[in-house]
């Protein structure tokens, strides 16, 4: 994903929100193991938002693609291919022989 094109002020606050959903995601993180952002060194911490940050930048560019693959229709042409012609409308009709 090309983030040179969006305008700065947009890319900040994505930045922002990314940034913040780790820490929580961290912190949350720290909770489960019964210890606190004291207990751990500077360094440490924010390499843990580093490694969460990105996480959560690979889910939103995964979803991206998922959404574009519907809404393009890629996902229809892959199950063309996948199963020929007859195979691109039908879904999974295993159960149907009980």
């Known amino acids: 994903m090309d983030l040179t094109k969006i305008p700065k ?3 900040e ?5 990314v940034r913040g959903k780790a820490i929580k995601k961290v912190q949350s993180d720290l909770k489960k193991k019964n210890k606190s952002t004291e207990d751990i060194s500077d360094i440490k911490l924010e390499a843990m938002v580093a490694d969460k940050e990105k996480e959560i930048r690979a889910s939103h560019k995964e ?5 574009i ?5 890629i996902s ?6 996948k199963k020929g012609p007859l195979g691109m409308f039908s879904g999974d009709d295993e159960d149907l022989d009980a």
């Open 9 to 11: 002020k947009i890319k």
């Open 13 to 17: 606050k994505y930045d922002q929100k």
């Open 63 to 67: 979803k991206t693609w998922k959404y």
């Open 69 to 73: 693959a519907a809404f393009t229709g």
């Open 76 to 81: 229809l042409v892959k199950n063309l291919v």
